[in-house]
């Protein structure tokens, strides 16, 4: 059994967001910034990574911002030449999937992440309507196949249909690849039981652990998840916004290693 280790880009404000206000930070920067990250994740052992425009709050529900688009574009491009044996994703905040989708398609990565796949929620920004079906019409006409990972019940929101039948609906009629399973919030690591349960009932689809997840909570989770998604507490002073900290992404891999090893070997012993 291998567990795969997902580590979060997050990108300083793009843009056209307020954070970037006095920025003024060229295409080159936000390349340079995105490589260095990947650099940590991959020599820390990450199997891959997901770039994200966490900076740009309060977050536009779509984001209609081309030159936001041609950045996010060139930086997934750049990245999977420079790791090639990273699996890259991209989520862009707050339910822009159709259009990570696409970027996905044209700039060579290989999977994204959307926060209301195929249920509505209500988020401080808005209401996320499903966009399951745009993206497939999407990808049906650039002809083209790439991994989806859905949030279900997703951070920083009030879902609208129970977590059951979303996971449900999500996995039966979805075309995903996977699921996300979070905490209510940002760095919140969900409740062991609603990952037990995505699990069991999304039992041929992949199911990740999205948020809060760290060295000291990891064995909660390890026996029955696909794949992590970690962001806050590999960065520096375990701040979200920071960059990552090399010693705490080494640190984290070799702790699931630990584990998985010890479970692989329980496994054996049955």
């Known amino acids: 059994m291998k567990l795969k280790l ?30 260095g990250e990947a650099d940590k994740l991959y020599r820390a052992g990450f199997d891959g990574l997901i770039i994200e425009n966490y900076m740009d709050y309060p977050y536009s529900v779509k984001v209609d911002n081309t030159e936001v688009y041609n950045i996010l574009g060139k930086i997934v491009e750049s990245v999977k030449k420079e790791y090639s044996s990273m699996l890259i994703g991209l989520n862009i905040l707050r339910n ?18 959307v926060n209301a796949y195929l249920e509505p929620v209500l988020v401080p920004e808005g209401f996320l309507e499903p966009i399951a079906r745009l993206i497939w019409d999407r990808l049906l006409e650039l002809e ?14 009030k879902p609208l249909i129970p977590y059951v039948d979303a ?32 699990k069991t ?17 990891i064995g909660l989770y390890i026996g029955y998840i696909d794949g992590v998604v ?22 984290f891999v070799d702790r699931v290693n630990i584990l998985m090893k010890r479970l692989n070997r329980q496994k054996l012993l049955r």
């Open 96 to 113: 822009s999937g159709v259009e990570a989708a696409d970027l996905i398609c044209r700039f060579g990565g290989d999977f994204i992440r």
């Open 6 to 35: 997902i580590g979060m880009i997050h990108l300083p404000p793009l843009p056209g967001s307020p954070g970037y206000l006095g920025l003024n930070l060229s295409i080159n920067d936000y390349i340079e910034y995105a490589l």
């Open 230 to 251: 970690i962001g806050t507490n590999i960065k520096e002073q375990r701040i979200t916004s920071n960059p990552i900290k090399y010693e705490y992404a080494k640190n």
């Open 201 to 217: 009932i999304c039992k041929d689809r992949d199911v990740w652990v999205g948020s809060g997840i760290s060295i000291e909570n």
């Open 144 to 157: 083209c196949k790439i991994k989806i990972y859905a949030d279900v019940n997703v951070k920083h929101s």
């Open 167 to 198: 996971l449900y609906n999500t996995c039966s009629r979805g075309l995903i690849d996977g699921v996300i399973v979070t905490g209510k919030t940002t760095g919140e690591p969900p409740n062991p039981s609603d990952v037990y349960i995505a």
